[in-house]
């Protein structure tokens, strides 16, 4: 079983002045959602994610030598203008990751960071964000310790990302992604995320997914915050519970390519964390009077045309609609004629199934 300490380097062999990284990382959407968590970002239950393709983040890391002198050094720019507003945030991601690599305050860094999608469009953007700089980090330590292995690259890449943001180690490599224990998923861990290890049906080649922007104003509140009301939900057992059946269910569901089964179990799992929202204490709502008219629209849809077209929702109000690549013209249409009106200033995203990070 591999442990947080398996992470921690010994010396390294090997020093470098300065140079620079740039990766980009996709966003991811969860299929089965984490929501609920313990200390250091272990989820309190495993959970699911179509890695996605257009929806990123890239990143560019610039490092020079500095005397150590016990702090972190670096400046922070979002489309090549200072941001001092996510600095906190990246101090608070260093402090957790120092122990992993000791190499950081040896450095100064530039970060300078930015998304292809609006920054405030209401798509996370601290998965992907988070994966990217945890990219960098692992391509500087790699030069430090060049013996490192590719899978040890990618396990670490991705714990570090999940303490940065939870959802972020699902960020880093493969198209369909794995992060907390499961009994029947070899290999499955609750410090990084792992490549579903089975095959998977054809149906879900080159899955579409488009994102309708519902509300791309800030949350009520925020996923942490969230996350923690978890701790005394009256509901927190059967649902951890229920997070395990329905990943077992998929297991299955992504090996026969059933799609009808898999809508059932996707849909479900968008509106019992909604639910896991609005029974808690104190309680909130995030899904806004639109993405309930698209949830609608489309099981009307659905049910006329008996196209496997289905949505979720990650904790916020827009609306991933999900459909395979084969009917993609028809669902479009569709979306362009009854779904566009739901959307703030009419937008939407176009987005598919990606395979995780790239050294750009």
């Not at 269910?249 to 026969?256: K, P, Q, T």
């Not at 779904?339 to 199934?353: A, F, R, S, T």
Request: aromatic share 10%; net charge negative; proline share 4%.
């Amino acid at each position: 079983m591999i442990s947080a300490n398996d992470f921690i380097p010994s010396k390294y062999t090997h020093s470098v002045e300065k140079g620079n990284f740039q990766w980009s990382a996709p966003s991811n959407i969860a299929l089965v959602k984490y929501w609920g968590k313990k200390d250091n970002q272990i989820p309190a239950n495993p959970s699911v994610s179509f890695t996605l393709n257009n929806c990123k983040t890239i990143t560019k890391l610039a490092f020079t030598k500095k005397e150590n002198d016990g702090t972190f050094s670096f400046d922070l720019l979002f489309e090549g203008q200072p941001k001092e507003d996510f600095k906190p945030k990246i101090q608070k991601f260093l402090e957790r990751i120092a122990i992993y690599l000791p190499f950081l305050k040896d450095y100064h860094f530039t970060i300078d960071t930015e998304n292809t999608f609006p920054h405030s469009s209401g798509i996370a953007s601290s998965a992907s964000g988070m994966a990217a700089l945890a990219m960098n980090l692992m391509s500087l330590e790699k030069v430090l310790n060049p013996e490192m292995t590719e899978e040890y690259f990618y396990q670490k890449a991705s714990l570090l990302a999940r303490l940065g943001s939870g959802s972020a180690c699902r960020s880093v490599k493969g198209q369909v992604v794995v992060w907390g224990n499961h009994a029947n998923i070899s290999g499955s861990s609750n410090l990084f995320g792992v490549e579903f290890p089975n095959v998977i049906h054809t149906n879900f080649k080159n899955f579409q997914d488009t994102i309708l922007l519902v509300d791309k104003g800030e949350k009520q509140v925020s996923s942490t915050v969230g996350h923690d009301l978890m701790h005394n939900h009256p509901f927190a057992e059967r649902r951890f519970a229920q997070a395990h059946e329905n990943l077992d269910h998929l297991i299955s569901i992504f090996e026969n390519g059933n799609l009808e089964e898999f809508i059932k179990i996707v849909e479900s799992e968008a509106l019992t964390l909604h639910a896991m929202m609005m029974t808690s204490m104190p309680y909130f709502i995030l899904m806004k009077p639109n993405t309930l008219e698209i949830i609608n629209a489309i099981w009307k849809f659905r049910n006329e045309t008996k196209i496997p077209v289905c949505f979720t929702l990650d904790a916020g109000a827009n609306v991933h609609v999900l459909y395979p690549e084969n009917v993609a013209e028809t669902v479009l249409q569709f979306i362009k004629n009854e779904l566009v009106g739901y959307c703030q200033n009419g937008q939407y995203i176009c987005d598919e199934i990606g395979n995780g990070a790239v050294l750009i």
